[in-house]
């Protein structure tokens, strides 16, 4: 499981004067909860850009006055006007307790309808589980071999051991679709095959 080490200070004021001043300097007011106690800190924003500003799942591991706590990132404010990192709210992983997390899907293998021609379309590219912390990965795999044209592959067909998933399990997550050449290719036999069976008639 990839990690991101963040070094921050904690911070004891939490009105708009303090964060304005906070964000002038640089830095980005954050919140750790979920555990024994809720930690005010902030970090320099360049330290949150690897855990921001991608679509992999991370661990973040933030130390705030000595202490160091695994936390998960659960929302992100930006501001409406100049898209700067505002705020971050990060949950405490606790062992025995249960965390909702959004995990990245990873699809593997080549559907049997992009061989046939058709166009592989991705419809979502993660999920939210449940499970306890032990039980988070980078990513959940979906073996896509087995696509046929014109077939999906929904939530429900989704298998990830120790997690209960969370998204409607009818939602389609992978279809493979006809493209415009197939269609022209299935138009042009279908009417070759009319044509042939009307000569064959006369």
């Known amino acids: 499981?990839?990690?991101?080490?963040?070094?921050?200070?904690?911070?004891?004021?939490?009105?708009?004067?303090?964060?304005?001043?906070?964000?002038?300097?640089?830095?980005v007011p954050a919140v750790i909860y979920g555990g024994k106690e809720t930690i005010h800190f902030s970090a320099p924003i360049i330290d949150f850009r690897t855990l921001v500003y991608t679509p992999e799942f991370q661990i973040a591991e933030i130390s705030v006055d000595g202490k160091t706590y695994r936390t998960i990132m659960k929302d992100i404010q930006f501001d409406v006007v100049t898209d700067a990192l505002n705020h971050i709210d990060f949950l405490e992983l606790v062992e025995d307790r249960q965390v909702v997390a959004t995990l990245p899907l990873k699809f593997t293998g080549q559907p049997i309808g992009v061989k046939e021609g058709g166009r592989l379309e991705l419809k979502i590219k993660s999920l939210n589980v449940r499970t306890y912390p032990k039980h988070l990965k980078e990513a959940i795999e979906v073996n896509i071999d087995h696509l046929e044209l014109h077939g999906n592959?929904?939530?429900?067909?989704?298998?990830?051991?120790?997690?209960?998933?969370?998204?409607?399990?009818r939602v389609p997550i992978a279809s493979v679709?006809?493209?415009?050449?197939?269609?022209?290719?299935?138009t042009d036999a279908l009417a070759a095959a009319t044509a042939a069976k009307g000569a064959k008639k006369k």
Do not use: C, F, Y
């Open 153 to 169: 592959i929904r939530v429900e067909d989704v298998k990830s051991e120790h997690m209960e998933i969370l998204n409607s399990p």
């Open 1 to 27: 499981m990839k990690s991101v080490k963040i070094e921050g200070k904690p911070r004891s004021g939490s009105g708009k004067k303090n964060t304005r001043h906070l964000r002038s300097e640089g830095h």
């Open 177 to 186: 679709v006809t493209t415009r050449a197939l269609r022209q290719a299935e």
